[in-house]
């Protein structure tokens, strides 16, 4: 129920987190440093707190 949860899209963000860590496995850390994180860098000073935190998410996933 979306009244229950107020973060609507957590869901997606989580299978979008997933898919990086997917896409790094399959494509390799080198492509994943030239064409996905120089893109997603700059999420870490994106005014919204969200877009910094699925940034650290990333991270943390792409070390495991």
């Not at 997933?18 to 030239?34: D, F, N, R, Y």
């Amino acid at each position: 129920e979306l009244g229950r949860n107020k973060d609507a899209i957590k869901a997606l963000r989580e299978a979008a987190v997933q898919c990086v860590k997917s896409l790094t496995q399959i494509l390799g850390s080198q492509w994943a440093e030239k064409q996905l994180f120089s893109k997603i860098m700059s999420f870490q000073t994106n005014p919204h707190y969200i877009h910094r935190m699925t940034l650290l998410f990333i991270i943390q996933v792409r070390q495991s």
